[in-house]
Structure formats: structure tokens, C-alpha cells
């Protein structure tokens, strides 16, 4: 059965750092395109950073540009999501989603979704 799980969310300081992870089960990273999205309250959900499956093409938002980084460990069948001088709005619930395709950095093309995990950007 195909699976991602977050992992890594939390309260951090304006400025502060966090590392999200998203380790699948059921399939290997590097043959499905994997996305990071967020979604904040009252808002809709939006993609945040993808890389493709085949050469690895990343995606970022231009929020994020310059402060988060995606990276895979095909080893450890795991996506990160390194993100650096986080902004109060950046908070938001962080999702991982897989996909065979992946064309675009959007959750309408992505089938299979974790849980999701809370990060909170506050003084």
C-alpha cells in the first residue's frame, strides 16, 4: 500500500528553522514525483515545492524561493523539506503527496497524501 508520512512540524521563532521529512512506504521516491503543500486556515491549499520523478526537476513556490530547500534520500525512501527563515505566514499545515506523473507543482495532480503536520511561526 502506498504511504508518505510527515513528520518534523512544530512552533519556531520568526527567522527560525525547521526540517520537515515525508518518508514513503509501498513505492520508491525517485519513479513518483513528491510535493510539499501547505494549506493555512481560511485559505486554500497551494504547493510549496515538488521534484519530479525521472531527473529530479524541482519546483518552488516564490514565497519560498531562497529560505526552503527539497531535497530526496532515495536510501532512506525519504523527501525533505529544509526551511530557513520562516516567516509567521508560513505557518500552516505541511503536506506530503506523491504522484506517478507530477507534471505541475499542484494539488489537483497529486493521488496520494499524508496527514499533514502543523507548523506554527510565532514570537
Known amino acids: 500500500q502506498l504511504q508518505v508520512v510527515e513528520s518534523g512540524g512544530g512552533l519556531v521563532q520568526p527567522g527560525g528553522s525547521l526540517r520537515l521529512s515525508c518518508a514513503a512506504s509501498g513505492f520508491t521516491i525517485h519513479h513518483y514525483a513528491i510535493g510539499w503543500f501547505r494549506q493555512a486556515p481560511g485559505k486554500e491549499r497551494e504547493g510549496v515545492s515538488c521534484?519530479?520523478?525521472?531527473?529530479?526537476?524541482?519546483h518552488y513556490a516564490d514565497s519560498v524561493k531562497g529560505r526552503f530547500t527539497i531535497s530526496r534520500d532515495i536510501a532512506k525512501n525519504t523527501v525533505f523539506l529544509q526551511m530557513n527563515s520562516l516567516k509567521p505566514e508560513d505557518t500552516a499545515i505541511y503536506y506530503c503527496?506523491?504522484?506517478?506523473?507530477?507534471?505541475?507543482?499542484?494539488?489537483?495532480?497529486?493521488?496520494?497524501w499524508g496527514q499533514g503536520t502543523q507548523v506554527t511561526v510565532s514570537s
Open positions: 503527496a506523491a504522484d506517478r506523473v507530477g507534471l505541475y507543482c499542484s494539488p489537483d495532480e497529486y493521488d496520494y
Open positions: 521534484i519530479k520523478s525521472v531527473d529530479g526537476t524541482i
